[in-house]
């Protein structure tokens, strides 16, 4: 059998096809698990895997969580897919968000040098609509996808993580990761970034510094927030609890970035300045650009009285009245190690890192 991993695919289809029309797979039995096809094959699971997706749209198999894969037909009942792409895939919210944007970017600019064929996929806000696209994508004969999911709340990652599991081809995360799920993702370094901002900060002389972020139910800005606190106390600083907030609540818009958390940034700030708040590091740079909204609003003078930084690096934060000192993130990088990572998996080989980092660097400015 050949090895690679397309060929590899089509001879376990035909073979277990062949079984199946032969009656040597009785219909009505069970097949054995994708682990004891991918040792009788010699190859992958995620090889058996795009066989066994096969055989089920043309309706010979059926596949059921926790009971097993069962024979219910001798000849395909439905049509194959009009297109097998052979492909990889990039799933994701929606390109209109400079982040993500710049991700893909990365991303197709590899794909395209190493000749590979790539579909794109936005999915706008549904996960679950997400989850299914990428469940589905094997139908067309695509190999593995790298997804871009929004997940802010934990039924949403339970029901995403359960879709890894289940899914029969390799899936690469980027700018999130599910602890516990065994994923692979490319994400950037979180804590490398609070840790810098906030040293940048301490460097200048200030002490009384805040932590203000949104989307705190990512792991990745948990990661930050922690770089940031243990900046603080490798300071020898204690954290005052109403310089730090943490908002879980904020649904994340893509669209129009600048448009959520006003409200809350100007409550926070309010509130901060009164016990003598003298910087802010902000976990985006969407945020920290509505801080300094927010200062200008209520009359605070930036940098003169108080300082703000954020983490991101977006065209805007350099173009603001107030150029915004910032944490400079690589999105581009992240699009290009997404598909390295996936590439690899591809060929079967076992990374050693399955949760890559990527840091980046701090962009001093007029705000801090």
């Known amino acids: 059998?050949?090895?690679?991993?397309?060929?590899?695919?089509?001879?376990?289809?035909?073979?277990?096809?062949?079984?199946?029309?032969?009656?040597r797979?009785?219909?009505?039995?069970?097949m054995p698990t994708e682990k004891e096809l991918a040792s009788q094959f010699g190859c992958g699971r995620h090889v058996v895997g795009q066989a066994l997706n096969r055989l089920a749209h043309d309706g010979m198999i059926e596949r059921r969580k926790r009971v097993g894969t069962r024979v219910i037909s001798s000849t395909p009942t439905r049509e194959r897919a009009a297109v097998e792409l052979d492909a990889i895939g990039f799933v994701y919210p929606s390109d209109l968000h400079e982040g993500v944007r710049r991700i893909l970017q990365g991303f197709q600019e590899v794909a395209h040098e190493a000749k590979q064929r790539v579909v794109m996929l936005s999915t706008g806000m549904d996960h679950k609509k997400e989850a299914e696209i990428v469940g589905r994508l094997a139908e067309f004969d695509v190999k593995g996808v790298v997804a871009y999911p929004?997940?802010?709340k934990l039924e949403d990652r339970l029901y995403f993580g359960q879709m890894l599991h289940n899914c029969s081809f390799p899936v690469v995360l980027?700018?999130?990761n599910l602890p516990g799920f065994g994923e692979n993702s490319?994400?950037?370094d979180g804590f490398h970034a609070g840790w810098t901002m906030t040293n940048h900060l301490l460097g200048r002389g200030l002490k009384r510094v805040g932590f203000l972020a949104n989307y705190a139910w990512?792991?990745?800005?948990?990661?930050?927030?922690?770089?940031y606190r243990q900046a603080m106390e490798a300071a020898d600083i204690t954290i005052e609890p109403n310089f730090v907030l943490l908002d879980d609540f904020i649904e994340p818009s893509y669209e129009e970035p600048l448009s959520v958390g006003d409200d809350f940034v100007k409550k926070f700030l309010l509130k901060a300045m009164e016990q003598k708040l003298e910087a802010v590091v902000c976990g985006d740079d969407f945020l920290a650009l509505l801080c300094l909204k927010a200062a200008r609003e209520l009359g605070i003078s930036v940098p003169d009285q108080f300082k703000v930084v954020g983490i991101s690096d977006y065209a805007i934060s350099s173009q603001s009245d107030i150029p915004l000192t910032t944490y400079r993130t690589s999105f581009?990088?992240?699009?290009?190690?997404s598909f390295h990572l996936l590439n690899r998996l591809l060929k079967g080989e076992q990374p050693s890192e399955r949760n890559l980092q990527i840091r980046g660097s701090i962009a001093v400015r007029k705000s801090g």
């Not at 050949?2 to 376990?12: H, I, R």
């Not at 797979?25 to 069970?30: D, E, F, I, T």
């Open 332 to 337: 581009e990088e992240i699009g290009r190690q």
């Open 218 to 227: 990512t792991a990745v800005m948990r990661e930050t927030y922690l770089g």
């Open 1 to 23: 059998m050949k090895s690679d991993t397309s060929s590899s695919a089509d001879d376990v289809f035909q073979i277990l096809e062949t079984r199946i029309r032969t009656g």
């Open 186 to 188: 490319v994400i950037h």
């Open 25 to 30: 797979v009785a219909v009505g039995s069970y």
């Open 150 to 152: 929004v997940l802010p």
């Open 174 to 176: 980027v700018d999130t």
